[in-house]
Each structure stands twice: as C-alpha cells, then as structure tokens.
C-alpha cells in the first residue's frame, strides 16, 4: 500500500488518487478526443477492481447512449478496458475535423 492510502481514516471515504488521461478516437476523418479519469481506491471493496476508468464522453448516443468505462486490478488493465470500449460503439455527438 503506498503511503498517500494511510491518509484514509475510514474505509467509508472511499479516497481515491485520480490519474487523467487521453486519448482519440479517429471515426470519419474526425479525430474525437476522449479524455479518461482513472481512481485508484486507497480501499476498494474488492481487490480486483481497485482502479476504475471512465469516459467522459458517451458513444451510441442515438439507440442507447453509453458510457466508456473499465475495472481491474491494475491501471493498465482499467484504462485498456475503457480504451476499448470506447472504439465499441460510434460517437455521434459533435465532432471537430483537424
């Protein structure tokens, strides 16, 4: 456990480091930027989902709007997850060409 986790009084707050990153999605001759948040939970409720990733975009947005995300017990395994699921589905939001 690294030390920043101690500063957790109780299993209650749920604390969390926060690790951002970013990546684009190419679809129609649009790059679609997907900026990804990644909590690392000090105590997570269960120890193979102690990282969790979410978009913050949703893709399919016109049948049933969904939310990238990913769970696992390592960074590399939540952040791969969401990346993933990202490329699932269509982003039919606005886009910007470059």
Request: aromatic share 12%.
């Amino acid at each position: 456990m690294d030390e920043w986790a101690y500063a957790q009084a109780k299993a209650t707050e749920k604390l969390a480091r926060v690790h951002t990153f970013c990546v684009m999605k190419h679809q129609d001759g649009a790059e679609i930027e997907f900026i990804i948040t990644v909590k690392e939970y000090a105590v997570p409720n269960d120890r193979r989902m102690r990282f969790f990733a979410l978009a913050d975009k949703q893709t399919n947005q016109d049948s049933a709007a969904y939310t990238p995300s990913g769970w696992g017990e390592t960074l590399l395994s939540a952040l791969s997850d969401c990346i993933m699921e990202i490329h699932r589905f269509p982003y039919q939001g606005k886009t910007q060409s470059t």
